[in-house]
């Protein structure tokens, strides 16, 4: 069994950044690729950022130039650095990790909101 814990949201004015956390424990057996999705009321989760195992990343179009994500394989943790937050991104945002088998394990969800 695998557990995320995610830190870092929070509320935030409009134009400023937050840092995400996740750690990753339990029983893993390789290194994995992880990434951040968010969901809002009524809406589909949907892709923020992923990394993979070897480093690789990959983005949602809302959120080039402004997001980085990042790892650290030794902690099996990885970050989100949000930069020039819009209110639009206001949502709950999810760690992921995408096992060897194929199978996603999510963390609890952590609330970014954006606001004046």
């Known amino acids: 069994q695998v557990q995320l814990v995610e830190s870092g949201g929070g509320l935030v004015q409009p134009g400023g950044s937050l840092r995400l956390s996740c750690a990753a424990s339990?029983?893993?057996?390789?290194?994995?690729?992880m990434g951040w999705y968010r969901q809002g009321p009524g809406k589909e989760r949907e892709l923020v950022a992923a990394?993979?195992?070897?480093?690789?990343?990959n983005y949602g179009d809302s959120v080039k130039g402004r997001f980085t994500i990042s790892r650290d394989n030794a902690k099996n943790a990885v970050y989100l650095q949000m930069n020039s937050l819009k209110p639009e991104d206001t949502d709950v945002y999810y760690c992921?990790?995408?096992?060897?088998?194929?199978?996603?394990?999510w963390g609890q969800g952590t609330q970014v909101t954006v606001s004046s």
């Open positions: 990394i993979s195992s070897g480093g690789s990343t």
């Open positions: 339990g029983s893993i057996r390789s290194i994995n690729d």
């Open positions: 992921n990790l995408h096992d060897w088998r194929g199978y996603d394990y």
